[in-house]
């Protein structure tokens, strides 16, 4: 997108800058780009702390594996290190973070990991690849909700990524 990240935070942000601080030691790219509009900020924070719930029916390794994936195509250095560090995190190694870009070489995966992979991949290109054969699988794997929820996941790595 070629914007400079802001270098003064938006006072409304400033609570969010200090948790960033506090976590990670410093404030994040996002709030610098995103806080030009600090309403989105927020809606996109609210959007990934719902997708992040507790009770998602989506497995967390699945929904840190597509996102690392997701972040990868993409390009994005500061999605690939945050992504990176929750699949780390949520798996105990880092062995599927270092085979994601491979996954289907990889023996490390489970199917639901596997064809959740498949999906982000075929949904993220442009146009996307998703075809009725995948459709068929995914509805035979994850009930409504939780395909809902992954193709939100999908659909909102893609732009926050963007930048």
Excluded: N
């Amino acid at each position: 997108m070629g914007l400079p990240p802001l270098s003064k935070i938006p006072f409304i942000l400033r609570p969010q800058a200090w948790l960033h601080r506090r976590h990670y030691g410093e404030v994040l790219s996002p709030i610098r780009w995103w806080g030009r509009i600090p309403f989105i900020f927020y809606l996109v924070s609210m959007f990934v702390g719902w997708l992040e719930r507790k009770r998602s029916p989506l497995d967390p390794v699945v929904r840190s594996l597509v996102s690392a994936r997701i972040a990868q195509m993409c390009l994005c250095e500061f999605c690939v290190d945050i992504t990176s560090m929750k699949v780390a995190e949520r798996t105990g190694s880092t062995d599927k973070l270092l085979a994601v870009a491979d996954w289907r070489q990889s023996p490390l995966f489970s199917d639901e990991e596997r064809l959740a992979l498949e999906y982000a991949e075929a949904a993220s290109v442009t146009p996307p690849t998703v075809d009725d054969a995948l459709r068929t699988r995914l509805a035979a794997h994850f009930d409504a909700q939780a395909l809902t929820e992954l193709t939100a996941l999908i659909g909102l790595q893609k732009p926050v990524g963007s930048f």
